[in-house]
């Protein structure tokens, strides 16, 4: 059976992307027991820091898979801490991706090729994104069905979720990948305050049965990222823990 393929994906940066991403695909292989390869994408490598390992120690990373030709998954993928949690990690170089592969009539599709050969090794393929569009998001797009949005509960975030919606009908279109659908929504960054709520409603009401519950403030998360942690090896009891792990049970649902 092929792997399910999860990008968590925003237009915006600051929305959590990456801890949901990073804490879900933990969840998956620790709590689920599922093999799960994550992908981060982020010239940031947020990522591999939040898992500990150190993305400019890796001789190759995704860029390379990406730009050079007979460098493999294999090469660049490394294990973690988290029993069956593996990751490809990136770093500032994927920022001269989009200049490289730019002449290629098939640069859009480069890293959905290069993870062909992998497809039934793992049970989920999780994609970190990076907050923009470019040929890098868009990658990301023709490489996974599964989209899970993070939306910050501020008013302009909403914009942000909008334009998401335009940029997958607009992929599927042009490059007839009609699998691809937004899966999740997640409000995030949540506070108890009227502007909050009121962003919630609205997500609710454009994404019925696919809204998740809110991902509130928690300084826990973000001291288990400080650590090179997951909230599960962190603080697997904490109110932290709680939301997480009902974003990741959510996101499973998502794909039956």
Not at 67 to 92: A, D, M, Q, R
Not at 192 to 199: G, H
């Amino acid at each position: 059976m092929a792997a399910r393929r999860i990008a968590f994906i925003n237009e915006k940066g600051g929305t959590c992307k990456t801890t949901l991403a990073v804490n879900v695909a933990a969840y998956f292989a620790s709590k689920k027991r599922r093999r799960v390869l994550l992908v981060d994408l982020d010239t940031q490598g947020h990522a591999a820091k939040s898992l500990g390992v150190d993305p400019r120690g890796a001789l190759r990373n995704v860029f390379h898979l990406l730009t050079e030709p007979g460098v493999t998954v294999n090469e660049v993928t490394l294990p973690t801490s988290t029993e069956n949690l593996f990751i490809v990690p990136s770093w500032k170089d994927m920022a001269e991706f989009p200049t490289l592969a730019g002449a290629d009539p098939r640069r859009a599709f480069r890293l959905r090729e290069a993870l062909a050969p992998v497809g039934e090794r793992y049970d989920v393929i999780v994609f970190d994104a990076p907050p923009s569009l470019g040929l890098t998001t868009t990658n990301i797009l023709l490489a996974a069905e599964e989209l899970v949005v993070p939306v910050a509960t501020t008013y302009l975030a909403l914009d942000g979720c909008a334009e998401m919606v335009d940029t997958v009908a607009a992929v599927k279109e042009q490059h007839a990948h009609q699998a691809l659908r937004i899966s999740l929504v997640v409000p995030t960054l949540y506070r108890k305050t009227q502007l909050s709520d009121e962003v919630v409603e609205k997500l609710k009401a454009y994404f019925p049965r696919r809204t998740a519950a809110p991902l509130a403030l928690s300084v826990t998360i973000d001291e288990a990222q400080s650590h090179g942690k997951t909230i599960w090896e962190y603080a697997p009891w904490s109110r932290g823990a709680t939301m997480l792990q009902a974003v990741a049970e959510a996101v499973d649902r998502a794909g039956a």
